[in-house]
């Protein structure tokens, strides 16, 4: 074939011999070098999405940029929190390039007015990474932006949503700021206090400024580990009680109530702090009135006890001894009865102070109950010691007292009881000095008495007699005896006063002067008085109707309400007569001056019951108690009959008596009449009506019936034989 003109042959290489087998072995290193980078690019390709697949499971987002800020590698997270950005996101793409666009859309409010500045800002924090911010989008989203740089001068950019967490804090912070508890947050390192509230600031009067200075320790009022101490739970208020000092000085009562948190990234604990100063003081007191009498602030018996106790104790251990005073007022319900309780109340204040400058600072002075005050006094080595405490006592109270422009003048006595030999216990201790205290008022009021053996013999048998006694008014065992009342100008019989007697099983007939007043202490006076009221009007019904029946009343029964409806009830059930009662009272009962018992006593009399005085003379005014209550009958009290014949005085005393009764048209009946001259005199002086033994002692229903079967024999012989008629009852 022909040349083309005008272009030369291509020279071919020529090629050394055996040239096949070269050319083979040149192909198949660069075959196998195509495989090794076929090879690496597919081991590169397969790390790059091992690397991805490993950045896209984190829930942070994390981006990958060169030395010039262009994106390498980012992960889905990343693309989910710029999500109206993540279009702008490709490889080589800039950074810088993609915030302008951001700022140009809108992506980010805190660019608004700023953009330039804040740009510039922005990309001087991506250079110059190492410090944590945050980021606003649009959306309101909070992105917590972290950057760090590469070996090769690039960097590793990490983003979290802290949106929730932002919302927490600003939830946590509006119920901080705004709580009215007082709350406090301090380093759970060092214990530096890191925020207040204004409640906070507003309680204890630091400055928030000066609170940021303190740690939670310099406002302890005393040293002592903090609130969290040994707690380590994060999810549970913990309570401590604590004191603090306010920035005035004063002191204050917290119920603290801690928890352990993250407060500025750092841990810190939350402690919420509930003022209970005012509770504390209620409950201190409380506590105080529980040991103590709140009118006088003295100690009370509780306390007594237990410090007697106490005393007690150190006596066995030292051989020593010691004495147990009880002082108690001698007429102090006077006081209050004439002056009022206003001014009785600022006695007993009076005395209180009194006795405890009295004492030593190591005795004790306590309450016991209205009118009465115990000392306790230690470390004695001989009775004649709590002699002259109890003197110099009975002086210190006895002096004047001046109150609300009343000089008040109150004398005392005090009951001595002596430890170890009079009680080795508190309570025994106490009984034996109660029963000094009664001797020395009963023997003479003013002075002091020790206590003896006698007295706990005299106590126990008063004990037996309050046992026995109460069973007798339950198995209705005591009966009445019946005295005569005789006319002295005929001798006949008018009536009969009905005596309570008790037939003790085993100590026979037991008098009431022994068993009256056990009866009046313990309550049993208004069963006991029901029983001889209803039995005396039973015995009088079968008795001749001109005959009465005389039946003595306790002052108690008075103030039981219901008298009135017992007698009303009595004579219904009985069938007497009401005009053929008649009860007996004492003055004392007018001491009173009750408008209950005046109104009980004139409902009675117009019933048509008689109501007699008994005892006169003997009470403190009886002439003005004639003038409260018209009386039916007034009986002279046998101190001023007996000896009648022979002491003016007396006759003096029952001459006035008996013309009083004529001017007012009372009967007057002379009691103890028991001789002849007595009698004598009663008749000439004008007396109308006698009791005594003179005529007959008291005597059993039985007996009763027996004599006035007699005086109606007598009744038709001569109308002056008055002698004869009543030699019957004798």
Same mark, same amino acid.
């Given at each position: 074939?022909?040349?083309?003109?005008?272009?030369?042959?291509?020279?071919?290489?020529?090629?050394?011999?055996?040239?096949?087998?070269?050319?083979?072995?040149?192909?198949?290193?660069?075959?196998?070098?195509?495989?090794?980078?076929?090879?690496?690019?597919?081991?590169?390709?397969?790390?790059?999405?091992?690397?991805?697949?490993?950045?896209?499971?984190?829930?942070?987002?994390?981006?990958?940029?060169?030395?010039?800020?262009?994106?390498?590698?980012?992960?889905?997270?990343?693309? &989910?929190?710029?999500?109206?950005?993540?279009?702008? !996101?490709?490889?080589?793409?800039?950074?810088?390039?993609?915030?302008?666009?951001?700022?140009?859309?809108?992506?980010?409010? $805190?660019? /608004?007015?700023?953009? +330039?500045?804040?740009?510039? $800002?922005?990309?001087?924090?991506?250079?110059?990474?190492?410090?944590? @911010?945050?980021?606003?989008?649009?959306?309101?989203?909070?992105?917590?932006?972290?950057?760090?740089?590469?070996?090769?001068?690039?960097?590793?950019?990490?983003?979290?949503?802290?949106?929730?967490?932002?919302?927490?804090?600003?939830? !946590?912070?509006?119920?901080?700021?705004?709580?009215?508890?007082?709350?406090?947050?301090?380093?759970?390192? *060092?214990?530096?206090?890191?925020?207040? =509230?204004? /409640?906070?600031?507003?309680?204890?009067?630091?400055?928030?400024? +000066?609170?940021?200075?303190?740690?939670?320790?310099?406002?302890?009022?005393?040293?002592?580990?903090?609130?969290?101490?040994?707690?380590?739970?994060?999810?549970?208020?913990?309570?401590?009680?604590?004191? @603090?000092?306010?920035? *005035?000085?004063?002191?204050?009562?917290?119920?603290?109530?801690?928890?352990?948190?993250?407060?500025? *990234?750092?841990?810190?604990?939350? #402690?919420?702090?509930?003022?209970?100063?005012?509770?504390?003081?209620? &409950?201190?007191?409380?506590?105080?009135?529980?040991?103590?009498?709140?009118?006088?602030?003295?100690?009370?018996? =509780?306390?007594?006890?237990?410090?007697?106790?106490?005393?007690?104790?150190?006596?066995?251990?030292?051989?020593?001894?010691?004495?147990?005073?009880?002082?108690?007022?001698?007429?102090?319900?006077?006081? =209050?009865?004439?002056?009022?309780?206003?001014?009785?109340? =600022?006695?007993?204040?009076?005395?209180?102070?009194?006795?405890?400058?009295?004492?030593?600072?190591?005795?004790?002075?306590?309450?016991?109950?209205?009118?009465?005050?115990?000392?306790?006094?230690?470390?004695?080595?001989?009775?004649?010691? /709590?002699?002259?405490?109890?003197?110099?006592?009975?002086?210190?109270?006895?002096?004047?007292?001046?109150?609300?422009?009343?000089?008040?003048?109150?004398?005392?006595?005090?009951?001595?009881?002596?430890?170890?030999?009079?009680?080795?216990?508190? +309570?025994?201790?106490?009984?034996?000095?109660?029963?000094?205290?009664?001797?020395?008022?009963?023997?003479?009021?003013?002075?002091?008495?020790?206590? &003896?053996? &006698?007295?706990?013999?005299?106590?126990?048998?008063?004990?037996?007699? $309050?046992?026995?006694?109460?069973?007798?008014?339950?198995?209705?065992?005591?009966?009445?005896?019946?005295?005569?009342?005789?006319?002295?100008?005929?001798?006949?019989?008018?009536?009969?006063?009905?005596?309570?007697?008790?037939?003790?099983?085993?100590?026979?007939?037991?008098?009431?002067?022994?068993?009256?007043?056990?009866?009046?202490?313990?309550?049993?006076?208004?069963?006991?008085?029901?029983?001889?009221?209803?039995?005396?009007?039973?015995?009088?019904?079968?008795?001749?109707?001109?005959?009465?029946?005389?039946?003595?009343?306790?002052?108690?029964?008075?103030?039981?309400?219901?008298?009135?409806?017992?007698?009303?009830?009595?004579?219904?059930?009985?069938?007497?007569?009401?005009?053929?009662?008649?009860?007996?009272?004492?003055?004392?009962?007018? #001491?009173?001056?009750?408008?209950?018992?005046?109104?009980?006593?004139?409902?009675?009399?117009?019933?048509?019951?008689?109501?007699?005085?008994?005892?006169?003379?003997?009470?403190?005014?009886?002439?003005?108690?004639?003038?409260?209550?018209?009386?039916?009958?007034?009986?002279?009290?046998?101190?001023?009959?007996?000896?009648?014949?022979?002491?003016?005085?007396?006759?003096?005393?029952?001459?006035?008596?008996?013309?009083?009764?004529?001017?007012?048209?009372?009967?007057?009946?002379?009691?103890?009449?028991?001789?002849?001259?007595?009698?004598?005199?009663?008749?000439?002086?004008?007396?109308?009506?006698?009791?005594?033994?003179?005529?007959?002692?008291?005597?059993?229903?039985?007996?009763?019936?027996?004599?006035?079967?007699?005086?109606?024999?007598?009744?038709?012989?001569?109308?002056?034989?008055?002698?004869?008629?009543?030699?019957?009852?004798?």
């Amino acid at each position: 074939m022909a040349r083309r003109a005008g272009r030369p042959a291509k020279p071919r290489p020529k090629l050394p011999g055996n040239g096949g087998p070269r050319i083979a072995a040149v192909a198949n290193d660069i075959a196998l070098t195509r495989m090794e980078a076929e090879a690496a690019i597919a081991e590169a390709r397969k790390s790059h999405e091992r690397l991805r697949e490993a950045i896209d499971i984190l829930p942070q987002g994390i981006v990958f940029l060169d030395a010039e800020g262009r994106y390498i590698l980012w992960n889905k997270k990343y693309a &989910e929190i710029y999500n109206r950005s993540s279009d702008l !996101f490709e490889h080589g793409a800039r950074l810088q390039d993609t915030i302008r666009v951001g700022v140009e859309r809108g992506d980010y409010p $805190e660019a /608004a007015g700023r953009e +330039e500045e804040w740009i510039a $800002e922005r990309l001087t924090k991506l250079y110059q990474p190492g410090e944590r @911010h945050e980021q606003t989008l649009s959306d309101g989203r909070c992105i917590l932006i972290e950057e760090r740089l590469t070996g090769d001068g690039g960097i590793i950019g990490l983003r979290v949503d802290i949106t929730e967490l932002k919302q927490r804090e600003a939830s !946590f912070r509006l119920l901080f700021d705004s709580n009215p508890v007082p709350m406090i947050v301090c380093a759970l390192d *060092d214990e530096r206090i890191l925020g207040v =509230n204004d /409640a906070a600031i507003e309680h204890y009067g630091y400055s928030r400024e +000066e609170f940021e200075k303190l740690t939670i320790r310099s406002i302890q009022a005393f040293e002592s580990e903090p609130p969290w101490a040994g707690d380590h739970s994060n999810d549970e208020f913990t309570a401590r009680t604590w004191k @603090h000092v306010r920035a *005035d000085g004063t002191l204050i009562d917290l119920a603290i109530y801690s928890r352990q948190l993250i407060y500025a *990234d750092q841990p810190a604990v939350l #402690l919420a702090l509930m003022d209970i100063t005012e509770r504390k003081r209620a &409950e201190a007191r409380l506590a105080f009135m529980a040991q103590h009498d709140a009118l006088t602030g003295l100690p009370n018996r =509780n306390v007594l006890r237990q410090h007697i106790d106490d005393i007690l104790l150190h006596t066995r251990r030292n051989a020593e001894k010691a004495a147990l005073l009880i002082l108690g007022l001698d007429n102090f319900k006077a006081v =209050n009865d004439t002056l009022g309780h206003g001014i009785g109340d =600022n006695l007993l204040r009076g005395v209180a102070k009194r006795l405890r400058s009295t004492l030593r600072e190591e005795d004790m002075v306590a309450r016991l109950n209205s009118d009465e005050f115990a000392i306790v006094q230690g470390g004695l080595t001989r009775p004649e010691d /709590a002699v002259l405490l109890a003197r110099r006592l009975l002086e210190a109270v006895g002096e004047s007292y001046v109150l609300d422009g009343h000089s008040v003048v109150i004398g005392a006595s005090v009951g001595i009881a002596m430890a170890p030999g009079d009680g080795d216990e508190s +309570e025994k201790l106490l009984k034996h000095a109660a029963m000094a205290l009664s001797r020395a008022k009963n023997d003479s009021r003013g002075t002091f008495s020790f206590f &003896e053996a &006698e007295m706990d013999a005299r106590a126990q048998s008063r004990r037996k007699i $309050e046992i026995d006694l109460r069973e007798a008014v339950q198995g209705d065992m005591l009966r009445p005896y019946y005295q005569p009342l005789v006319d002295l100008a005929t001798g006949r019989i008018t009536g009969f006063e009905a005596l309570v007697r008790w037939p003790h099983p085993e100590r026979g007939m037991i008098s009431p002067a022994e068993f009256i007043p056990v009866a009046e202490e313990t309550g049993l006076i208004n069963a006991l008085g029901g029983q001889m009221l209803h039995r005396a009007c039973a015995d009088a019904a079968l008795w001749p109707d001109d005959v009465r029946v005389a039946v003595n009343l306790s002052p108690l029964q008075f103030r039981s309400g219901n008298l009135l409806s017992l007698v009303m009830e009595t004579l219904k059930q009985t069938g007497l007569p009401a005009r053929r009662l008649e009860l007996e009272i004492t003055e004392t009962l007018l #001491l009173e001056k009750s408008s209950q018992v005046l109104a009980t006593l004139h409902a009675l009399r117009a019933l048509g019951v008689r109501i007699s005085m008994d005892d006169f003379g003997t009470g403190y005014s009886s002439l003005s108690y004639l003038r409260s209550f018209p009386f039916d009958k007034i009986k002279v009290d046998q101190s001023f009959v007996r000896d009648l014949g022979t002491n003016p005085e007396a006759q003096a005393i029952v001459r006035a008596i008996i013309s009083l009764g004529a001017g007012l048209g009372v009967t007057i009946t002379a009691e103890g009449v028991e001789t002849e001259s007595e009698l004598s005199c009663l008749r000439a002086e004008g007396c109308q009506e006698g009791q005594g033994f003179l005529f007959s002692r008291a005597r059993p229903n039985a007996e009763i019936v027996g004599l006035l079967k007699a005086q109606s024999g007598v009744d038709s012989a001569a109308p002056g034989d008055a002698v004869a008629k009543a030699a019957l009852v004798a």
